[in-house]
């Protein structure tokens, strides 16, 4: 693979085209190794990184929280997500946002994958943690309003997957690589 | 279900907060059922909908495309994908992002399922469509450089996701949901 890496195009300028409180924009002026030059755009993240959490059970279920999505303005099912703190590792961000979202902390704690939301056009990339031997705490979060906690069998994904309230990409990319991740620690 | 389903904020004052050539943020200004306001931002999506192409050989092997992403600033391995056209079907968007990625059209197109890239601050969703029956057609795209094309084994995942340039959620969720739709097929 090394040999046929692709060569990056070359950043000829970025700026801020806008922002608001959440979000920054950047525009890309890009000359790609062909010659050809193009304008990008993609959203910037500020902080200090993010993390998705998937917490297993002892009988093998998977802990899903309910949230109001403003994106979707739906209540979707999904696993405990969030931005670090400053000063916070990975593994002790995903056990706060573990406390705080769905009543549990975690005695193990595994980094899985880094992934993006989409590389395309989003700088952030967000850390799955598997969560496991899990006991009951919480801790007080931002939430505007509690989260309804429920269990499903990770081997059952599939008729997760059917309900038209799961829809997170995210969450659904974490949950099948946990999955096989368990699968081969297994075998 | 239906009677627990939770009852969704209200909506008190939505507005466009910035705007650059691709993105929209709109302000949510939300009450909660429990009387708490808050005020939440969301990435508005223009346009007919978006497509993400799972392409299945003969063989069994996924179709993957590298494209260089302005988010991540890196060559990643994932689907094709892209925007529906104005008057464009689904299944119309899908066979036509494959021949100008991926060089390939599609005689089998499955609607499969809807996904939120994440559906916490992106209106937007994603309709994951699995592509058969593939023969070789190409057709001109915007990309600014041609695309490089592997096919990888689709019961060969956790290898294809060990790999850095493998990072994008979407991808990865569209790659095991079409895999299980598959296996299911298969029983």
Redesign the interface.
């Known amino acids: 693979m090394l040999l046929?890496?692709?060569i990056?195009?070359e950043?000829l300028k970025r700026k801020i085209?806008?922002?608001?409180?959440?979000?920054r924009?950047e525009?890309?002026d890009?000359r790609?190794?062909?010659g050809?030059e193009?304008?990008?755009?993609?959203?910037v993240s500020a902080g200090y990184g993010a993390v998705v959490v998937v917490p297993i059970n002892r009988a093998g279920e998977v802990v899903l929280i309910?949230?109001?999505?403003?994106?979707?303005?739906?209540?979707?099912w999904?696993l405990p997500k969030g931005a670090v703190d400053p000063g916070e590792d990975r593994l002790a961000a995903a056990n706060r946002e573990l406390q705080e979202e769905a009543g549990y902390g975690a005695r193990q704690l595994t980094f899985l994958?880094?992934?993006?939301?989409?590389?395309?056009?989003?700088?952030?990339?967000?850390d799955i943690v598997l969560a496991q031997d899990l006991y009951e705490q919480s801790l007080p979060g931002d939430e505007?309003?509690p989260m309804?906690v429920m269990t499903w069998p990770l081997d059952e994904?599939?008729s997760l997957?059917a309900r038209d309230d799961v829809?997170?990409?995210?969450s659904?990319?974490?949950l099948?690589?946990a999955r096989?991740y368990l699968n081969?620690l297994a075998q």
């Not at 193009?38 to 959203?43: F, G, T």
């Not at 994958?113 to 395309?120: F, G």
């Open positions: 046929s890496m692709p990056p195009p950043i085209v806008a922002r608001s409180r959440l979000f924009v525009q890309l890009l790609f190794s062909n050809v193009r304008i990008y755009e993609r959203l309910c949230e109001y999505g403003g994106g979707s303005n739906s209540y979707q999904g994958k880094s992934v993006h939301l989409t590389p395309s056009y989003m700088q952030r990339s967000v505007p309003e309804e994904l599939s997957l829809s997170d990409s995210l659904i990319s974490a099948y690589i096989d081969g």
